[in-house]
T-cell receptor, first 115, second 109 residues
Framework: GAVVSQHPSRVICKSGTSVKIECRSLDFQATTMFWYRQFPKQSLMLMAT?????????EQGVEKDKFLINHASLTLSTLTVTSAHPEDSSFYIC???????????FGPGTRLTVL | TQLLEQSPQFLSIQEGENLTVYCNSS?????LQWYRQEPGEGPVLLVT?????EVKKLKRLTFQFGDARKDSSLHITAAQPGDTGLYLC?????????FGQGTELSVKP
């Protein structure tokens, strides 16, 4: 199967700082990438959908100015959590697909802890 | 309201027991997927069911898609500690994957 990586795997930061998470498709070109957030003992909640070269589409209730998404190439999407606060602590997971109709391949996730 | 209702949400059983996890909806889906997720990792696709009434087997796991394509079930026979994890059903809606709440399975030796 296709491989998707995320970096870093875990990050601890102070409140008020910004954190960037990278999502890479290693062996295929991903026209579409998705960003999910998962709180402990809960399911995955879609935050936004990003298409290469265009602006991301955010789900209702997700602040686009707080969660900046960039999908500048067919193999890389980044999620920047700006001015992070403790309530932003969560497990962030990306997925990548060759197109929006294709199967999504998930990354291993990034554990963000904001102190 | 949750588009996909999974039950039970938590299940703790002994090694060797059988179990069934349900994923129900009032909507009709063209396909439905089951994932397994271990702590600290991303979900891994187990199976996609497409045809109403379809049954797929993956070793000790049996997946069924309802005739009306509104519900699905996952049955595990003779569960093992290695089956421990979060099981998620998901459906594609307009290119987005919508997940059920998940079933946290713990199999004790």
């Amino acid at each position: 199967g296709a491989v998707v990586s995320q970096h870093p795997s875990r990050v601890i930061c102070k409140s008020g700082t910004s954190v960037k998470i990278e999502c890479r498709s290693l062996d295929f070109q991903a026209t579409t990438m998705f960003w999910y957030r998962q709180f402990p003992k809960q399911s995955l909640m879609l935050m936004a959908t990003s298409n290469e070269g265009s602006k991301a589409t955010y789900e209702q209730g997700v602040e686009k100015d707080k969660f900046l998404i960039n999908h500048a190439s067919l193999t890389l999407s980044t999620l920047t959590v700006t001015s992070a606060h403790p309530e932003d602590s969560s497990f962030y997971i990306c997925s990548a697909a060759a197109s929006i109709e294709n199967e999504q391949f998930f990354g291993p996730g990034t554990r963000l802890t904001v102190l | 309201t949750q588009l996909l209702e999974q039950s039970p949400q938590f299940l703790s059983i002994q090694e060797g027991e059988n179990l069934t996890v349900y994923c129900n909806s009032s909507s009709v889906f063209s396909s439905l997927q089951w994932y397994r997720q271990e702590p600290g990792e991303g979900p891994v696709l187990l199976v996609t069911v497409v045809t109403g009434g379809e049954v797929k087997k993956l070793k000790r796991l049996t997946f069924q898609f309802g005739d009306a394509r509104k519900d699905s079930s996952l049955h595990i026979t003779a569960a093992q500690p290695g089956d421990t994890g979060l099981y998620l059903c998901a459906a594609n809606q307009g290119g987005k994957l919508i997940f059920g709440q998940g079933t946290e399975l713990s199999v004790k030796p």
